[in-house]
C-alpha cells in the first residue's frame, strides 16, 4: 500500500507537500557523502536550505499555478506581460537569493551543490511548472557564460544574471529547422569595435520576452556571414551574447533592436511565454571561439537536459500526491474482498487493487527518478573538478539521455495515471490533474524529443564508446550484488538482486546485437533507439530501487539489533519504520510489475527495422 502518511499536508488544505523525509533519505543514507565533520555540517545545512526552499515551493508557488495557467501570458505592442502572481513570485524567488544557489561567490552566487539544486529544482517544477522555466533558463545561460565567455562577458552580466536582476534565454530553434541545427540560417556580421550584428529570427524561445526582470540576455546560436571557415552544418555554428538592452553612458537602456514579435497559443504551460523572436542587426558577442559555438550551447544543454529530467519526476511527485489524495477520500464501489468501511455508503476508491497499482506507478517513478537525478547531480559535483575521471564523465553523459527521455515520458504516463483514478473528474479543470498532463507533455519534447534522446544514447553514448560508459553502470550492478551477498537469503532483498544481476548480464549483450546489425545497416540503430532508451530506463531505476530497498533493510536490521542491545529503543528513529518498510514494499512492485516491460522493449528493438518499411 502507499505510505498513508505521505499526504498530511493535502489533508490540511496545502496543495502540494514537498517530500523532504524521501529526499533526506537519498541524502544522508542511501548516498551518503564522505565521513568528515566538514561534510556532515554541509548536510545539515543543505537540509535546512531545501527546508525554505519547500516552503516557498508549497506557499508561493503551488498556491499560483492554476491562477496561472488561466490567466496566461499577454503579448500588447511587442511587449510581453506575465501573469501578475507570476511576475511576484519570480521578484520574491530573485530577491531571497535562490537563483544563485549553485553558482559561483565570486558573482554573487552561494556556491551550493548541484545535489541539492537537484532537489529544490523538483521542488519548483512539481509546485508550479511554468514557473521553474525561467530560473532553470538563466542558470543555464549563466552555466556556459562562466565556462566559454570572456572576463568581459563574465564581469558585465553574470551578477546582474546570478541575482535575477536580469534573465536568460537559450535562441536555437528556427521555423524551417526544428532541432536539425545545421540548418540555422541566423547571420552575424563581425563589427569595427569586436562586436557583431546578429541577424535572424529564434522560435520556441521559453521566457524570451516578460516584464518579470529589467533586461534579458539571449545567447544565440548563428552562422558568420563572411567567414571563410563558417561552414554548412553545426561546425560552423557560432555563440553570441546578445541582450534585449545594451550599455549607453552607463545605463543599460539602449534598445537593441530584439523583438517579441508572437507568442505560442500551446497546449499547456501558460503561465510561462513561448515567443518567437527577431534580432533585427543587434548587437552581440562572441561567446568561445567562432565556429564553435554548439560546444559552448552544449554546455548548457546538457544542463538543461537534466532539469528536464526533473520536470518528469516532479511530474510523477506531483500526480502522485493528487492522486492518492483523491482515492483516499474519493468513495465508489465495494472492496472485492468484503466491506471495508460499513458506516460509508461506499469504500474508498484506494481499496481497490487497480487504483493502488496506478498509484504504486507513479510513485516509484517519483521517487526512482529522484534517485537517478540524485546521482546525476553528484556526478556533475565531481565532473567539475579538476582532473575529473574520464569513466565519471562518460558515465555522466550516457545516463543523461536516459534520465531526460525515460523520466518524462513515465512522468507523462503518472499524469495519465492521475486523470484516469480521477475519473471524468480528472477531465475537467476544476480539479487541477488535467493541467498536469497539460504541462508536463512539454517536457518529453524540449532540449530534445524523446527520439533525439534515443539516438544520442545508443548512438553517441553507448556504441560511440564502444560500451565502455554501459560498462561503468554494469560494473555498478555487479559491485550492489557482490557487496551484498549477504543478504542473498533474504527473501525479498534476494530477489531484487537476482533480477538485476540477470539484467546486468543481459544488457551488454542485447547492446552488442544492436550494434551489430547497425554495422551493415545505420538504420538499425534509429530502429531501436527507443525501445533502447525505455529498456536502458527501466533497468537503471531498477539498480536504484534495488539500492534503496537495501538500505532500507540495513537500517530495519540496525534498528532491530539496537534494540536488542538497549532493550528500549521503538522501531523508529529519524525515518519510521512505515517508511522502511515501504521502500522496500515500493521495490518489490517495481520488480514485479514495473520492470517486466523491458522485456517487451527486448523484443521490439530486436525485431529490427525489416517491420518499419513505409507501407501506407
Request: aromatic share 8%; proline share 3%; net charge negative.
Amino acid at each position: 500500500m502507499p505510505n498513508k502518511t505521505s499526504n498530511k499536508g493535502l489533508e490540511n488544505g496545502i496543495d502540494y507537500q514537498a517530500p523532504l523525509q524521501d529526499m533526506a533519505f537519498l541524502l544522508n543514507e542511501v548516498f551518503p557523502p564522505p565521513e568528515s565533520e566538514t561534510i556532515d555540517q554541509n548536510t545539515e545545512e543543505e537540509l535546512f536550505v531545501l527546508k525554505q526552499a519547500a516552503r516557498f515551493a508549497e506557499q508561493e508557488l503551488a498556491t499560483i499555478n492554476s491562477e496561472c495557467d488561466r490567466q496566461g501570458c499577454q503579448l500588447n505592442d511587442g511587449q510581453v506581460s506575465l501573469p501578475p502572481s507570476m511576475k511576484t513570485a519570480f521578484q520574491k524567488y530573485a530577491q531571497a537569493g535562490w537563483m544563485g544557489l549553485c553558482l559561483p561567490e565570486q558573482w554573487g552566487g552561494q556556491n551550493q551543490s548541484s545535489r541539492l539544486g537537484s532537489f529544490i529544482g523538483e521542488l519548483l517544477t512539481s509546485a508550479n511548472h511554468a514557473f521553474s522555466m525561467t530560473p532553470a533558463l538563466t542558470m543555464s545561460a549563466c552555466r556556459a557564460l562562466i565556462a566559454y565567455g570572456s572576463d568581459e562577458l563574465k564581469q558585465n552580466y553574470l551578477e546582474k544574471m546570478i541575482c535575477g536582476q536580469w534573465t536568460g534565454t537559450m535562441c536555437m530553434t528556427e521555423a524551417h529547422c526544428g532541432s536539425d541545427l545545421g540548418l540555422i540560417r541566423t547571420s552575424a556580421i563581425a563589427n569595427a569595435d569586436g562586436s557583431y550584428q546578429v541577424k535572424g529570427s529564434k522560435i520556441f524561445i521559453s521566457a524570451g520576452s516578460h516584464d518579470a526582470s529589467d533586461n534579458i540576455i539571449h545567447l544565440v546560436l548563428a552562422r558568420l556571414k563572411d567567414s571563410p571557415n563558417s561552414r554548412e552544418g553545426i561546425k560552423g555554428l557560432s555563440l553570441f551574447l546578445v541582450p534585449d538592452k545594451s550599455e549607453e553612458d552607463g545605463q543599460w537602456s539602449k534598445d537593441n533592436n530584439v523583438r517579441c514579435i508572437g507568442i505560442e497559443e500551446k497546449m499547456g504551460v501558460h503561465g510561462n511565454p513561448t515567443c518567437s523572436m527577431s534580432f533585427e542587426n543587434s548587437q552581440g558577442f562572441l561567446i568561445g571561439e567562432e565556429n564553435k559555438g554548439i560546444n559552448a550551447m552544449f554546455a548548457m544543454m546538457n544542463e538543461m537536459r537534466l532539469g528536464t529530467s526533473l520536470q518528469g519526476i516532479g511530474l510523477s511527485e506531483r500526480s502522485f500526491q493528487k492522486s492518492l489524495n483523491y482515492a483516499q477520500s474519493r468513495t465508489q464501489m465495494r472492496s472485492l474482498s468484503g466491506i471495508k468501511n460499513p458506516e460509508l455508503e461506499a469504500d474508498p476508491l484506494i481499496v481497490h487493487p487497480d487504483v493502488r497499482r496506478m498509484l504504486l506507478t507513479q510513485k516509484v517513478f517519483a521517487e526512482g527518478g529522484r534517485a537517478l537525478a540524485q546521482f546525476c547531480s553528484q556526478l556533475m559535483d565531481e565532473t567539475h573538478q579538476e582532473n575529473t575521471n574520464k569513466e565519471k564523465q562518460q558515465l555522466l553523459d550516457m545516463l543523461t539521455p536516459i534520465a531526460k527521455g525515460f523520466c518524462t515520458e513515465v512522468g507523462l504516463e503518472s499524469a495519465s495515471h492521475a486523470i484516469q483514478i480521477h475519473g471524468g473528474h480528472g477531465f475537467i479543470k476544476e480539479t487541477g490533474v488535467e493541467q498536469l498532463y497539460r504541462d508536463g507533455r512539454i517536457a518529453t519534447l524540449y532540449e530534445g524529443t524523446s527520439g533525439i534522446q534515443a539516438l544520442d544514447l545508443l548512438g553517441r553514448k553507448v556504441l560511440g564508446t564502444q560500451g565502455k560508459s554501459l560498462m561503468s553502470f554494469t560494473k555498478m550492478m555487479h559491485v550492489l550484488d557482490k557487496e551484498n551477498s549477504h543478504l542473498a537469503d533474504d527473501s525479498e532483498i534476494g530477489t531484487l538482486l537476482s533480477s538485476l544481476k540477470n539484467y546486468s548480464k543481459e544488457w551488454p549483450e542485447v547492446t552488442m546485437q544492436i550494434g551489430a546489425k547497425a554495422m551493415k545497416n545505420p538504420d538499425e540503430a534509429g530502429a531501436a533507439s527507443f525501445d533502447y532508451m525505455m529498456y536502458s530506463g527501466y533497468i537503471v531505476l531498477g539498480y536504484f530501487w534495488a539500492k534503496m530497498a537495501i538500505t532500507a533493510r540495513t537500517l530495519l536490521n540496525k534498528q532491530l539489533l539496537d534494540k536488542q542491545i538497549l532493550d528500549e529503543l521503538p522501531l523508529e528513529g529519524e525515518y519510521s519504520k512505515e517508511l522502511l518498510e515501504n521502500k522496500i514494499a515500493n521495490a518489490t512492485f517495481y520488480f514485479d510489475r514495473i520492470l517486466p516491460r523491458a522485456l517487451s522493449h527486448k523484443l521490439a528493438m530486436l525485431s529490427g527495422n525489416d517491420s518499419l518499411k513505409e507501407s501506407f
